[in-house]
């Protein structure tokens, strides 16, 4: 045992994981900037009583008409419960119940279970209609892009006479940003058509933290100006999970807003990138399973050094998660096999995934921690680890006793910005 070591503690499924690190190794810990949790309704009120580009929230709705709140799914932290009541509070002498409409944005994502619904909505579920986007099924073309994609999206938004968006805002490693846009395409739009907007990823500009010259992203938001998204309720998030901000008003402005807030605190200069890189995907439902669990990789590989390697810390009790991820990997017998597969047969989405992890594997070994079973995690290219605490082996055998670590306890929400090699 180390006589001098570190103790640090990562985000694990829906509790936390602990191990030490020798203080003999340059260690970094790479974290946003630490903001007080708010409590969420006195943000919420704040927000409300002062939207962003738009008059009171209140007056767009009258008795009769159809609204559609569109929610995050269960592969998100959004408190939609507790905002709902919140703006249901506020509306409800303006609609009732059988005027309204809940609308989950699974996007390509399975549905959600019954215990999922539950912890998304609470006892709002018994009060209005739930409805769970399919992405097969009940679409409407509403238009084209400018660059020429079917815009299909879920008939529920086409009909209605006001769409609010409920979700957050963090950084998305092709999208640039999650929320505002996003629960419309890809969370209620057709599968052709997120598929289609989704092939851009590999294009210049589909990255994360950009907005404007994404080609992802922009596609996203002419999707979202095809219906009558009157407003979006976009939470950011603390580094300990609670509410920092909220922005409610009009989508591009308000999101505009919340990413700014977003970009201020979560944007991290890493002075040298690390032999090793320690990073927890931020726990449920960020690590629900292998395809989201990965986005936090994208972030852990702008850390570390080429032929360095990665630990990634995610619990993954739903497995992969995504069929074609999984047979575009099952069908390869080494990365560059994946590579191949994608030349030949283009785009597919979820196989864009097997791409990122075999571009990934050009530059870093990657381990996972997490409850999968070994022989599936070596399938993937990955080295399973049991122990935690084997990080600091990994290390020594590597790099020697004074390897360089970078830990980042949220990697999906923080963007390390290195400014040496």
């Given at each position: 045992?180390?006589?001098?070591?570190?103790?640090?503690?990562?985000?694990?499924?829906?509790?936390?994981?602990?191990?030490?690190?020798?203080?003999?190794?340059?260690?970094?810990?790479?974290?946003?900037?630490?903001?007080?949790?708010?409590?969420?309704?006195?943000?919420?009120?704040?927000?409300?009583?002062?939207?962003?580009?738009?008059?009171?929230?209140?007056?767009?709705?009258?008795?009769?008409?159809?609204?559609?709140?569109?929610?995050?799914?269960?592969?998100?932290?959004?408190?939609?419960?507790?905002?709902?009541?919140?703006?249901?509070?506020?509306?409800?002498?303006?609609?009732?119940?059988?005027?309204?409409?809940?609308?989950?944005?699974?996007?390509?994502?399975?549905?959600?279970?019954?215990d999922e619904l539950?912890?998304?909505?609470?006892?709002?579920?018994?009060?209005?209609?739930?409805?769970?986007?399919?992405?097969?099924?009940?679409?409407?073309?509403?238009?084209?892009s400018s660059r020429?994609?079917?815009?299909?999206?879920?008939?529920?938004?086409?009909?209605?006479?006001?769409?609010?968006?409920?979700?957050?805002?963090?950084?998305?490693?092709?999208?640039?940003?999650?929320?505002?846009?996003?629960?419309?395409?890809?969370?209620?739009a057709g599968r052709?058509?997120?598929?289609?907007?989704?092939?851009?990823?590999?294009?210049?500009?589909?990255?994360?933290?950009?907005?404007?010259?994404?080609?992802?992203?922009?596609?996203?938001?002419?999707?979202?100006?095809?219906?009558?998204?009157?407003?979006?309720?976009?939470?950011?998030?603390?580094?300990?999970?609670?509410?920092?901000?909220?922005?409610?008003?009009?989508?591009?402005?308000?999101?505009?807003?919340?990413?700014?807030?977003?970009?201020?605190?979560?944007?991290?200069?890493?002075?040298?990138?690390?032999?090793?890189?320690?990073?927890?995907?931020?726990?449920?439902?960020?690590?629900?399973?292998?395809?989201?669990?990965?986005?936090?990789?994208?972030?852990?590989?702008?850390?570390?050094?080429?032929?360095?390697?990665?630990?990634?810390?995610?619990?993954?009790?739903?497995?992969?998660?995504?069929?074609?991820?999984?047979?575009?990997?099952?069908?390869?017998?080494?990365?560059?096999?994946?590579?191949?597969?994608?030349?030949?047969?283009?785009?597919?989405?979820?196989?864009?995934?097997?791409?990122?992890?075999?571009?990934?594997?050009?530059?870093?070994?990657?381990?996972?921690?997490?409850?999968?079973?070994?022989?599936?995690?070596?399938?993937?290219?990955?080295?399973?680890?049991?122990?935690?605490?084997?990080?600091?082996?990994?290390?020594?055998?590597?790099?020697?006793?004074?390897?360089?670590?970078?830990?980042?306890?949220?990697?999906?929400?923080?963007?390390?910005?290195?400014?040496?090699?």
């Amino acid at each position: 045992m180390e006589r001098r070591t570190m103790k640090l503690t990562l985000p694990y499924g829906t509790g936390s994981m602990g191990f030490s690190l020798p203080r003999g190794c340059d260690i970094t810990v790479l974290e946003g900037v630490k903001i007080p949790s708010l409590p969420l309704a006195e943000e919420f009120r704040r927000a409300w009583e002062d939207p962003i580009g738009l008059p009171d929230p209140e007056g767009i709705f009258n008795p009769g008409e159809k609204t559609v709140f569109v929610v995050t799914d269960h592969t998100r932290p959004t408190p939609t419960g507790e905002i709902l009541s919140l703006i249901w509070e506020r509306l409800e002498g303006r609609m009732t119940p059988d005027g309204a409409t809940i609308l989950v944005a699974t996007g390509i994502h399975r549905p959600p279970r019954d215990d999922e619904l539950d912890s998304i909505l609470g006892d709002l579920r018994n009060r209005f209609q739930v409805v769970v986007h399919d992405c097969d099924r009940d679409l409407v073309e509403v238009g084209r892009s400018s660059r020429g994609t079917p815009i299909l999206l879920n008939r529920l938004v086409v009909e209605a006479d006001h769409v609010v968006s409920i979700g957050h805002i963090g950084m998305h490693y092709y999208a640039g940003y999650s929320g505002g846009r996003k629960n419309i395409l890809p969370g209620v739009a057709g599968r052709s058509t997120i598929e289609a907007n989704h092939a851009e990823m590999l294009s210049p500009g589909s990255e994360a933290c950009v907005y404007s010259g994404n080609p992802v992203s922009e596609e996203m938001v002419e999707a979202a100006r095809m219906v009558n998204l009157e407003f979006i309720v976009d939470v950011i998030f603390a580094s300990d999970g609670g509410v920092a901000k909220i922005v409610i008003g009009e989508a591009e402005a308000a999101h505009a807003e919340g990413r700014a807030f977003w970009d201020e605190h979560f944007q991290v200069r890493l002075k040298e990138r690390g032999d090793l890189v320690i990073a927890s995907a931020g726990g449920h439902p960020k690590d629900i399973d292998l395809y989201q669990a990965y986005k936090g990789v994208y972030n852990a590989m702008r850390a570390v050094r080429d032929g360095g390697v990665v630990v990634l810390v995610a619990a993954c009790p739903d497995g992969i998660g995504n069929e074609v991820f999984t047979s575009w990997i099952m069908r390869s017998a080494s990365p560059a096999d994946v590579i191949a597969i994608f030349k030949e047969e283009g785009f597919k989405l979820g196989g864009h995934e097997a791409v990122h992890l075999a571009r990934d594997l050009n530059r870093a070994s990657i381990y996972l921690y997490s409850e999968m079973d070994d022989r599936l995690v070596e399938r993937f290219f990955l080295t399973p680890i049991k122990d935690l605490q084997d990080v600091v082996r990994i290390g020594r055998e590597r790099f020697g006793d004074r390897f360089r670590t970078v830990v980042i306890p949220h990697a999906g929400d923080t963007f390390p910005l290195p400014v040496a090699g």
